[in-house]
């Protein structure tokens, strides 16, 4: 299984980004996908996640209503659209695959990380 993400980069606080991740190497539709981030001198925490049909989403409290997961599954990938970043955002992004969790133990499967940073 291979987990590629994308669409990092360097923006302004309240400003947007889009990330994607694209997965193959075993049936995308039979699994949950999350999105966890890890800031510099920091733990991996979770960000969000959603079940196999993407019915299901799950939020970290500090990203509420402004992050938003979706997912395609004719196209095996996950999104991450994040509006009002803010400072504290900034952090390399990890989508994984695996069960639906906030603990990233209950994933297998990792993507490499995309940088996102927000500027103040």
């Known amino acids: 299984v291979q987990l590629q993400a994308s669409g990092g980069g360097l923006v302004q606080a309240g400003g947007s980004l889009r990330l994607s991740c694209v997965a193959s190497?075993?049936?995308?539709?039979?699994?949950?996908m999350g999105w966890f981030r890890q800031a510099p001198g920091k733990e991996r925490e979770f960000v969000a996640a959603?079940?196999?049909?993407?019915?299901?989403?799950f939020y970290a409290d500090s990203v509420k209503g402004r992050f938003t997961i979706s997912r395609d599954n004719t196209k095996n990938l996950v999104y991450l659209q994040m509006n009002s970043l803010k400072s504290e955002d900034t952090a390399v992004y990890y989508c994984?695959?695996?069960?639906?969790?906030?603990?990233?133990?209950?994933?297998?499967?990792w993507g490499q990380g995309t940088q996102v940073t927000v500027s103040s």
């Open positions: 994984a695959q695996g069960s639906v969790s906030a603990t990233p133990s209950r994933y297998e499967y």
């Open positions: 190497g075993r049936t995308f539709s039979r699994y949950g």
């Open positions: 959603t079940n196999w049909s993407g019915s299901s989403k």
